[in-house]
């Protein structure tokens, strides 16, 4: 038997719906708790770790990375298996809602960093980032596959501006606590750098709980899931998406560097700005600051003027601009490390100007992944591909944590690999060869456009842009 969207009042399907404005007010709370963690954890890892006895007790530069690169693949992970619980059992609603307590309890286990348990800090961080990636993985398919649930082909229009200002959404909580947790470690300590993220969880818990009676709620599908994921139409989706994930994975092995290797390489540069000395891990608020400028940019001028003066833009050719500019953005550290290492002390603005290359890149990349994934996904699978959409972040991270752990295993052998510049060279390398393929790859797609409670609009690639 179909399944039907049930509403706990009518909602109006012609214009905005009502319950957006709850799911995006939740996703910036939750972006906020979950970048403000991130944003001092290498700095925590490498400089301030310590055991219980208040021993030091920090990581390398490498074991680091592969910390942080194996939690981005952990949490990127389990939206896959997150997507299948919520639409074979539980519905999207509840999933999101019982991992987000979960989600709280990993930031409390943070927040007693400073606070004298009997353990040590390592066990700490290890457990609070484990129910952290458990609620942050299991909800991420939910929350962006709910969106699009929201809207029926009479007001699919909207949707592409939708998901550009849920992504605004994110960034805006991710700019405030980027900027605020190494400030609020370094004047009270790790215990509330950790906690005003926990708080802000709870915040964007409770805010999506008030929507609970706006939202249109996509019913579990049973043993309907099983069915239509197997089916040929189902198969040939999730097919179809293979490529596009294997190719864009190497992106995401760079951008997620930002937090890990590019903070380390900010403590070496000179941070002074008009007398103003900027944390290492401060820099990383640059990155939200600039997306909340380009996509709107991109989506109300740069787009449409290209799309009806130049050629028609699609998403897979935005995908592909996006990973060619992806290389001149992880040169500019390769180059930064180059000079650190002939003992000059290059400028900030220097790593600015890298930001604001990956941000272009992470704008045609990223936003258009999040559309395209779930318009390619049959109505009964939209958590599931989400989820499988999100595998390409793991991978790319797996490559990164794998990469690292050669390096450690290097050098502990007295050999190291991908010393210096060569570390970033080696990931500039392996992007460039990504866009190569992909560039080859996107003339031979072809797929199907499916959005909730209307029938599938038949297409290729162009069906896809919706005629946005």
């Known amino acids: 038997m179909a399944r039907t969207p049930y509403l706990t009042k009518p909602i109006d399907q012609t214009t905005m719906p009502a319950g957006i404005p709850y799911i995006v007010g939740n996703e910036a709370a939750e972006r906020f708790s979950f970048y403000g963690m991130k ?3 290498a700095m925590f890892m490498t400089k301030h770790l310590v055991t219980a006895d208040g021993a030091p007790d920090t990581m390398s530069v490498e074991e680091m990375s592969s910390w942080m690169a194996t939690f981005n693949a952990t949490v990127y992970f389990l939206p896959f298996l997150g997507a299948i619980i919520a639409d074979w059992l539980l519905g999207k609603y509840r999933m999101i809602l019982s991992l987000s307590i979960v989600y709280c309890l990993g930031h409390v286990v943070l927040a007693l960093m400073d606070v004298h348990t009997g353990l040590d800090q390592r066990t700490l961080l290890f457990w609070g980032l484990c129910l952290i990636a458990l609620g942050s993985g299991g909800i991420k398919p939910c929350v962006t596959a709910h969106v699009g649930d929201q809207f029926s ?3 699919e229009h909207l949707l592409q501006k939708v998901y550009g200002w849920f992504y605004v959404s994110i960034n805006f909580g991710a700019m405030f606590s980027m900027m605020l947790t ?9 215990s509330w750098a950790f906690g005003v993220p926990a708080i802000l969880m709870a915040a964007a818990t409770f805010v999506f709980w008030l929507g609970r009676n706006k939202f249109v709620h996509i019913p579990p599908a049973g043993s309907l899931f099983f069915k239509e994921t197997i089916s040929k139409e189902g198969i040939r989706a999730i097919l179809n998406m293979i490529p596009f994930l294997i190719l864009i994975a190497p992106f995401w092995s760079l951008f997620d560097q930002t937090s890990s290797r590019w903070v380390d390489q900010a403590q070496h540069l000179n941070r002074d700005v008009n007398g103003w000395l900027i944390k290492p891990d401060q820099m990383q608020a640059i990155n939200p600051v600039f997306v909340m400028i380009l996509v709107p940019l991109f989506s109300y001028v740069i787009y449409p003027f290209v799309d009806r003066h130049i050629i028609r833009v699609t998403p897979l050719r935005k995908v592909g601009v996006g990973l060619f500019l992806t290389i001149p953005a992880f040169s500019v550290p390769a180059w930064l490390e180059t000079q650190i290492l002939a003992g000059e002390t290059p400028h900030i603005g220097w790593q600015a100007f890298a930001y604001a290359l990956i941000t272009l890149a992470e704008v045609m990349v990223s936003v258009t992944g999040y559309e395209f994934a779930y318009r390619c996904a049959p109505n009964q699978m939209k958590s599931l591909v989400m989820g499988i959409y999100l595998l390409s972040i793991s991978l790319g991270n797996v490559f990164t944590a794998i990469v690292n752990s050669m390096i ?9 690999i991908l010393q210096g510049a060569d570390y970033y060279w080696f990931f ?3 992007i ?8 080859i790859w996107a003339p031979f797609y072809r797929g199907t456009t499916y959005l909730q409670t209307d029938n599938p609009l038949a297409g290729g690639d162009d069906s896809l842009t919706s005629k946005t």
Request: no cysteine; proline share 6%; glycine share 8%.
């Open 153 to 155: 082909h009479s007001n």
């Open 39 to 41: 944003a001092v954890l």
């Open 408 to 416: 450690s295993a290097s050098v502990k052998a007295g050999n190291p």
């Open 428 to 430: 500039t390398g392996a």
């Open 432 to 439: 460039a060869v990504s866009a190569i393929l992909f560039t």
């Open 182 to 190: 190494p400030w609020l470690r370094d004047h009270y300590g790790m």
